[in-house]
């Protein structure tokens, strides 16, 4: 059923595809052909009707030419809070790479240690 504001958005979504068809004076039959569905599917678009799927949707925006707009709805590098929160998992301060070779020893058991290669923090291979 939604909630209400996902219900006011498909409305509004509706009457903006029914206004973009109708400045390109294309009849809803042409958009319906052209998009590869039914007229009646048009209707339903434009009346914000949260049952026709995103697959027509976006056939039926290609058709207007709006589709690249259609992508930019889901653009991650957009979203604000996700952003932030991300930003908010950032490390305080960097590690060297000798701390990590120091954790890294710590953590190996001693007898993993004889057979292995030792880690050079200076970067050098042996």
Partial sequence: MGSPKSRA???RLGHDIRAARLRRHIARADLAARAGTSA???VRLENGDP???IGTLADVLVVLGL??????????RHDELGLALADE???KRGRTFAAAVRRQS???RPEEQAG?????PEGLAF
């Fill in 116 to 120: 292995s290669d030792p880690v050079n």
């Fill in 9 to 11: 958005a498909l409305t």
């Fill in 51 to 53: 049952g026709v799927g």
């Fill in 89 to 91: 998992q950032l490390p």
């Fill in 106 to 108: 710590r953590k190996a």
């Fill in 40 to 42: 009646s599917t048009i």
């Fill in 67 to 76: 589709v690249d707009r259609f992508a930019e709805l889901f653009d991650i």
